[in-house]
């Protein structure tokens, strides 16, 4: 069975810094996507970046990146330089090979401080 | 310019009731899903569909159901048996099962009981 993990229910982070927001998968499937979205108040979800099971280079998006360490089933999301309008709520995601299901972790809360 | 349509985007609904929540898109995409929606508990996968006249429970289908007899359309109903439906619902659509493929979302629709 899948499984997308996030055990941050809220983050803090100064205007300018990074953040990391962390994600941990669990799947039996060999070939699958990780997934990042961004809920902000209006409740829109707005894809941010994709990372392969088989990418060899980590993904990077503008000044999102993803830090992936398949062997320990994590796909963490890095903010650079933070914006305020990059508060918001995180949502990690996955799908796999050979099925439709596609499933979501329980979200992080992000609070950028001016 | 293609998207996602949900509505209504608030709905009120006696105890008791069916409500049937719309979702039409005009992406071509093959699959379908739905989502629920609760504080703290992130994105529930309630139900997806991969083709017309398919469709697939996931986590959380108990007191829903779902049609798929047209590609663009995937409705969802809430009846009388989700003890307790009040939540915000979000239709997504991705092109494809590929481990690849982002999710496209609409707007949701916050169904409340009253």
């Known amino acids: 069975a899948q499984k997308i993990t996030q055990t941050q229910p809220g983050m803090f982070v100064q205007e300018k810094e990074a953040v990391t927001l962390d994600c941990t998968y669990d799947?039996?499937?060999?070939?699958?996507?990780l997934f990042w979205y961004k809920q902000p108040s209006s409740g829109e979800m707005i894809f941010l970046i994709y990372q392969g099971s088989y990418d060899e280079q980590n993904a990077t998006e503008g000044r999102y990146s993803l830090n992936f360490q398949k062997a320990r089933k994590s796909a963490n999301l890095v903010i650079s330089a933070s914006q305020l309008g990059d508060s918001a709520m995180y949502f990690c995601?996955?799908?796999?090979?050979?099925?439709?299901?596609?499933?979501f972790g329980t979200g992080t809360r992000l609070k950028v401080l001016a | 310019d293609g998207g996602i349509t949900q509505s209504p985007k608030y709905l009120f609904r006696k105890e008791g009731q069916n409500v049937t929540l719309s979702c039409e898109q005009n992406l071509n995409h093959d699959a379908m899903y739905w989502y629920r929606q609760d504080p703290g508990q992130g994105l529930r996968l309630i139900y997806y569909s991969q083709i017309v006249n398919d469709f697939q429970k996931g986590d959380i289908a108990e007191g829903y159901s779902v049609s798929r007899e047209k590609k663009e359309s995937f409705p969802l109903t809430v009846t009388s048996a989700q003890k307790n439906p009040t939540a915000f619902y979000l239709c997504?659509?991705?092109?494809?099962?590929?481990?690849?493929?982002?999710?496209?979302f609409g707007q949701g629709t916050r169904l409340t009981v009253v």
């Open positions: 997504a659509s991705r092109y494809a099962a590929g481990v690849n493929t982002e999710a496209f």
């Open positions: 799947t039996s499937d060999q070939s699958y996507g």
């Open positions: 995601a996955m799908g796999a090979s050979g099925t439709y299901k596609y499933i």
